[in-house]
């Protein structure tokens, strides 16, 4: 058998790309209705991921006040304007693309993702930043054996898992917990979330004596029907273990994990 590969696709969509969205886009903000619309288009703004750009003529009427501010984004300049829904006030919450704009997004607005309570693609809700329909993820049962160490220490040893394939990002292997030294782990506060699996119901950190290292594995014990084969089972960050799979040592990868991606997405917002 051959030894496990260590690559996987990058990411194919230049900054600047824009397309329609094929779904119904809807949001809330304190549980009324910011817009609802089925033009919105997707706009990468980088290569990571796009964001929804939103007809204005879909808006709720009266939600958007000019700040009088203009900026760039990666597609071109555009002008900042809060947003007031009721009571709600989300101080430059969207950006209105203006002239010098690609001609498809004048007339729309990128909001920002976190200035928002609640996106729905159709009667789904989204987390973290909208599905890029570029990106596929794959959780297949696999006949593999992992075995996870830190610092020479085993934290699981499983003899098969489930191989979690995300386009730009490394395999995750999913382990069933019989097969994790929870000895070893301690539960932490962390909780975090993904548009394609859901929000993750625990996470753990490595702790032997004076060593600690922080939020090495996860779990989502719900997750989306489309990542369901991975419920209630354990991952760890390849970025930070020694992982054996078929009994050969990986290479830990280099690429951006999701917690940078969303770090640099944050910055750009």
Not at 104 to 111: D, E, H, K, M, Q
Not at 120 to 137: A, I
Not at 185 to 202: E, F, I, N, Q, W
Not at 221 to 231: G, L, Y
Request: glycine residues 8%; proline residues 7%.
């Amino acid at each position: 058998m051959a030894d496990e590969s260590v690559d996987y696709p990058g990411l194919v969509v230049p900054a600047g790309h824009v397309e329609p969205v094929p779904r119904r886009i809807r949001a809330q903000v304190g549980g009324r209705c910011v817009f609802d619309t089925r033009r919105a288009l997707y706009v990468w703004e980088w290569p990571g991921y796009p964001q929804y750009s939103i007809p204005l003529r879909d808006l709720a009427e009266g939600v958007l006040s000019d700040d009088g501010r203009t900026g760039r984004l990666g597609p071109g300049p555009a002008r900042r304007h809060s947003l007031r829904v009721g009571s709600e006030v989300r101080a430059g919450a969207a950006w209105v693309w203006d002239e010098g704009a690609p001609e498809a997004l004048i007339g729309t607005a990128r909001f920002r993702w976190d200035a928002i309570d609640a996106w729905y693609e159709e009667e789904e809700q989204v987390f973290v930043h909208p599905r890029s329909p570029y990106t596929r993820v794959d959780a297949l049962r696999s006949s593999s054996s992992v075995r996870v160490e830190v610092d020479g220490t085993v934290l699981a040893d499983a003899p098969s898992s489930v191989k979690l394939f995300e386009t730009g990002l490394p395999t995750r292997y999913y382990l069933e917990r019989p097969y994790v030294d929870w000895s070893l782990l301690r539960s932490s506060d962390t909780v975090t979330a993904c548009p394609y699996k859901g929000r993750t119901s625990a996470y753990w950190s490595f702790v032997r004596g004076a060593r600690v290292h922080d939020d090495l594995a996860w779990a989502y014990d719900f997750p989306t029907v489309s990542c369901a084969a991975i419920a209630g089972m354990v991952a760890f960050y390849n970025e930070h273990v020694d992982l054996y799979v078929d009994g050969v040592l990986l290479p830990r990868p280099t690429a951006l994990s999701r917690a940078q991606w969303d770090k640099q997405q944050r910055a750009r917002s």
